[in-house]
Protein backbone atom coordinates (compact mmCIF):
# COMPACT_ATOMS: atom_id res chain seq x y z
CA UNK A 1 0.00 0.00 0.00
CA UNK A 2 1.19 3.54 -0.43
CA UNK A 3 1.93 6.03 2.12
CA UNK A 4 -1.44 7.53 0.96
CA UNK A 5 -3.12 4.65 0.95
CA UNK A 6 -2.22 4.11 4.53
CA UNK A 7 -3.05 7.25 5.58
CA UNK A 8 -6.45 7.14 4.06
CA UNK A 9 -7.19 3.81 6.14
CA UNK A 10 -5.81 4.77 9.43
CA UNK A 11 -8.19 7.92 9.06
CA UNK A 12 -11.12 5.46 8.37
CA UNK A 13 -10.10 3.28 11.17
CA UNK A 14 -10.20 6.19 13.73
CA UNK A 15 -13.44 7.39 12.16
CA UNK A 16 -14.94 4.32 12.90
CA UNK A 17 -13.23 3.39 16.05
CA UNK A 18 -12.22 0.02 14.77
CA UNK A 19 -8.84 -0.50 16.34
CA UNK A 20 -8.23 -3.62 15.03
CA UNK A 21 -8.19 -2.28 11.66
CA UNK A 22 -6.15 0.13 12.80
CA UNK A 23 -3.14 -1.62 14.82
CA UNK A 24 -3.23 -3.77 11.35
CA UNK A 25 -1.83 -0.53 9.77
CA UNK A 26 0.62 -0.14 12.37
CA UNK A 27 4.07 -1.43 13.04
CA UNK A 28 4.35 -3.14 15.95
CA UNK A 29 7.06 -0.98 17.47
CA UNK A 30 4.86 2.16 16.07
CA UNK A 31 5.31 5.61 18.06
CA UNK A 32 2.91 8.06 17.99
CA UNK A 33 4.06 11.46 19.32
CA UNK A 34 1.43 14.08 20.18
CA UNK A 35 3.51 17.14 20.87
CA UNK A 36 0.40 18.61 22.70
CA UNK A 37 1.08 15.94 25.25
CA UNK A 38 3.38 13.42 24.99
CA UNK A 39 4.95 9.97 22.70
CA UNK A 40 2.71 6.66 22.84
CA UNK A 41 5.23 3.98 22.28
CA UNK A 42 3.57 0.58 20.64
CA UNK A 43 0.51 -0.70 19.29
CA UNK A 44 -0.92 -1.00 23.27
CA UNK A 45 -0.13 2.45 24.16
CA UNK A 46 -1.54 3.62 20.94
CA UNK A 47 -5.06 1.83 21.24
CA UNK A 48 -5.13 2.62 25.42
CA UNK A 49 -4.88 6.78 24.06
CA UNK A 50 -7.79 6.17 21.19
CA UNK A 51 -9.67 4.03 23.67
CA UNK A 52 -9.74 7.04 26.41
CA UNK A 53 -10.31 9.54 23.97
CA UNK A 54 -13.21 7.78 22.41
CA UNK A 55 -14.62 7.59 26.01
CA UNK A 56 -14.09 11.25 26.43
CA UNK A 57 -15.91 12.34 23.44
CA UNK A 58 -18.66 9.91 22.54
CA UNK A 59 -19.39 11.76 19.39
CA UNK A 60 -16.20 11.65 18.03
CA UNK A 61 -16.26 13.00 14.58
CA UNK A 62 -12.69 12.69 12.42
CA UNK A 63 -12.63 14.21 9.02
CA UNK A 64 -9.51 14.23 7.04
CA UNK A 65 -9.54 17.63 4.83
CA UNK A 66 -6.17 16.91 2.61
CA UNK A 67 -3.55 14.46 2.35
CA UNK A 68 -0.61 15.34 0.76
CA UNK A 69 1.58 12.01 0.35
CA UNK A 70 5.27 10.85 -1.38
CA UNK A 71 8.00 8.65 -0.40
CA UNK A 72 7.47 7.07 2.81
CA UNK A 73 5.40 10.05 4.30
CA UNK A 74 2.04 11.07 4.69
CA UNK A 75 0.60 14.28 6.02
CA UNK A 76 -2.75 14.36 6.96
CA UNK A 77 -4.18 18.34 7.57
CA UNK A 78 -7.50 17.15 10.20
CA UNK A 79 -10.70 18.44 12.07
CA UNK A 80 -12.00 16.64 15.07
CA UNK A 81 -15.58 17.17 16.35
CA UNK A 82 -17.64 16.09 19.17
CA UNK A 83 -18.39 16.69 22.80
CA UNK A 84 -16.33 16.40 25.84
CA UNK A 85 -18.73 14.32 27.47
CA UNK A 86 -17.87 11.32 28.78
CA UNK A 87 -15.12 9.79 30.96
CA UNK A 88 -11.65 11.75 31.46
CA UNK A 89 -9.01 12.42 28.85
CA UNK A 90 -5.78 12.97 30.62
CA UNK A 91 -6.92 13.25 33.48
CA UNK A 92 -9.19 15.81 33.29
CA UNK A 93 -13.27 15.20 33.70
CA UNK A 94 -15.68 15.76 31.12
CA UNK A 95 -17.50 19.46 31.29
CA UNK A 96 -19.97 18.84 28.23
CA UNK A 97 -18.76 21.41 25.54
CA UNK A 98 -18.16 21.07 22.16
CA UNK A 99 -14.52 20.42 20.53
CA UNK A 100 -13.59 21.77 17.13
CA UNK A 101 -10.27 20.84 16.75
CA UNK A 102 -7.77 20.93 13.59
CA UNK A 103 -4.23 19.45 13.49
CA UNK A 104 -1.83 17.51 10.85
CA UNK A 105 -0.28 14.05 11.14
CA UNK A 106 3.05 13.62 10.38
CA UNK A 107 3.16 10.37 8.86
CA UNK A 108 6.30 8.03 8.45
CA UNK A 109 5.37 4.49 6.58
CA UNK A 110 7.51 1.71 5.80
CA UNK A 111 6.54 -1.35 3.87
CA UNK A 112 2.59 -0.56 4.09
CA UNK A 113 2.75 0.08 8.45
CA UNK A 114 2.67 3.36 10.00
CA UNK A 115 6.06 3.59 12.26
CA UNK A 116 5.94 7.01 13.30
CA UNK A 117 3.24 9.62 13.56
CA UNK A 118 4.02 13.06 15.17
CA UNK A 119 0.33 14.73 15.60
CA UNK A 120 0.46 18.72 15.80
CA UNK A 121 -2.78 19.94 17.18
CA UNK A 122 -3.21 23.13 19.30
CA UNK A 123 -3.73 21.99 23.07
CA UNK A 124 -4.34 26.01 24.23
CA UNK A 125 -7.34 25.73 22.02
CA UNK A 126 -8.41 22.65 23.58
CA UNK A 127 -8.29 23.97 26.78
CA UNK A 128 -10.04 26.97 26.33
CA UNK A 129 -13.20 24.81 24.43
CA UNK A 130 -13.59 22.57 27.12
CA UNK A 131 -13.58 25.71 29.80
CA UNK A 132 -10.15 24.51 31.88
CA UNK A 133 -8.87 28.02 30.42
CA UNK A 134 -10.89 31.41 29.97
CA UNK A 135 -11.85 32.27 26.65
CA UNK A 136 -9.25 34.20 24.77
CA UNK A 137 -9.92 37.58 25.25
CA UNK A 138 -12.13 37.48 28.53
CA UNK A 139 -11.88 39.16 31.42
CA UNK A 140 -10.46 35.41 32.80
CA UNK A 141 -8.13 35.59 29.94
CA UNK A 142 -6.95 39.17 31.04
CA UNK A 143 -7.20 38.57 34.70
CA UNK A 144 -4.85 35.37 34.78
CA UNK A 145 -2.38 37.34 32.09
CA UNK A 146 -2.49 39.84 34.29
CA UNK A 147 -1.68 37.80 37.22
CA UNK A 148 0.92 35.84 35.64
CA UNK A 149 2.54 39.13 34.27
CA UNK A 150 2.84 40.30 37.71
CA UNK A 151 4.25 36.80 39.22
CA UNK A 152 6.94 37.38 36.24
CA UNK A 153 8.08 40.90 37.58
CA UNK A 154 8.51 40.15 40.74
CA UNK A 155 10.39 37.02 40.03
CA UNK A 156 12.53 39.66 37.97
CA UNK A 157 12.88 41.85 41.00
CA UNK A 158 13.89 39.18 43.04
CA UNK A 159 16.46 37.64 41.41
CA UNK A 160 18.27 41.41 40.29
CA UNK A 161 17.87 42.17 43.89
CA UNK A 162 21.62 42.27 45.60
CA UNK A 163 19.76 39.58 48.62
CA UNK A 164 19.44 36.87 45.90
CA UNK A 165 22.90 37.27 44.75
CA UNK A 166 24.64 36.46 48.17
Known amino acids: MSPAE ?8 VQRRDLDALARLQHDDVDDDFVAVGVY ?3 PAVRGFFEELF ?6 TLT ?3 ILADGDHATVQW ?22 LRGIDVMHIVDGLLIDNTI ?8 RQIGMLP ?3 SRGDRAMTAAFN ?17
Not at 120 to 127: K, N, P
Open 55 to 60: AAIPDF
Open 79 to 100: RITGTFSGGPFLGVHATGRPVD
Open 6 to 13: VAVGIFDA
Open 150 to 166: AQTGLRGKLTRSPRSRN
Open 64 to 66: PER
Open 135 to 137: SAG
Open 120 to 127: YYDMLSFA
Open 41 to 43: RGK
